[in-house]
Antibody, heavy 116, light 116 residues
Framework: QLVQSGAEVRRPGESLRISCKTS????????VGWVRQMPGRGLEWMGI????????RYSPSFRGQVTISADKSITTAYLHWSRVEASDTAIYYC???????????WGQGTLLTVSS | QSALTQPPSASGTPGQRVTISCSGS????????VNWYQQLPGTAPKLLIY?????????QRPSGVPGRFSGSKSGTSASLAISGLQSEDEADYYC???????????FGGGTRLTVL
């Protein structure tokens, strides 16, 4: 199970970290990724982290825009912005990557609204 | 614009068979497995079909997914078929594959299925 933190409202330029608390499986055995869905749009893969060693990979479209991390002591993954922009307004999903099955477990999503 | 191309919409009447296409290239569908996801209105996406067959993309369904859903692949294209269409199948459907050139997971732009 992946349970995400609640909806957020931020002003442009503010920082933000959203979380994804996992349970029910061995956290350090699977990659955890983040997927963005802008209003009325499709799914975009942002990046992924392996909690065992915090190995992190980013989509070229999101590299340098966000930071993905994981804390294996509390089986939680994070998505961090140092400065949000209005264009970051979207729903963000954390999702487990199963090497055999694909993205097989999804969080409920976190809505981020950035507005001045 | 996604490197995996899906028709933006599809429709059918109850009981009909509908197919949704996903067109890619040699660097993604042509050399990697394809998975499909269903996103019901207002909910997180859900894994619908996964494939561990590089060549034919033969369908595998997670537990709980009806046998009416099936997937296939030919060359650089993949398809999702839904037989015996039901009203509860009305949703957005996304294909997904790894891209060797971009070093990124790609989602198709999504197809909105309407049950008439």
């Amino acid at each position: 199970q992946l349970v995400q933190s609640g909806a957020e409202v931020r002003r442009p330029g503010e920082s933000l970290r959203i979380s994804c608390k996992t349970s029910g499986y061995s956290f350090t055995n699977y990659w955890v990724g983040w997927v963005r869905q802008m209003p009325g749009r499709g799914l975009e893969w942002m990046g992924i982290v392996h909690p065992s060693d915090s190995d992190t990979r980013y989509s070229p479209s999101f590299r340098g825009q966000v930071t993905i991390s994981a804390d294996k002591s509390i089986t939680t993954a994070y998505l961090h912005w140092s400065r949000v922009e209005a264009s970051d307004t979207a729903i963000y999903y954390c999702v487990r990557r199963n090497s055999a099955y694909g993205w097989d477990n999804w969080g409920q999503g976190t809505l981020l609204t950035v507005s001045s | 614009q996604s490197a995996l191309t899906q028709p933006p919409s599809a429709s059918g009447t109850p009981g009909q068979r509908v197919t949704i296409s996903c067109s890619g290239s040699t660097s993604n569908i042509g050399s990697n497995t394809v998975n499909w996801y269903q996103q019901l209105p207002g909910t997180a996406p859900k894994l619908l079909i996964y494939s561990n067959d590089l060549i034919y993309g033969s369908n595998q369904r997670p537990s709980g997914v009806p046998g009416r859903f099936s997937g296939s692949k030919s060359g650089t294209s993949a398809s999702l078929a839904i037989s015996g269409l039901q009203s509860e199948d009305e949703a957005d459907y996304y294909c997904e594959a790894w891209d060797d050139s971009l070093n990124a997971w790609l989602f198709g732009g999504g197809t909105r299925l309407t049950v008439l």
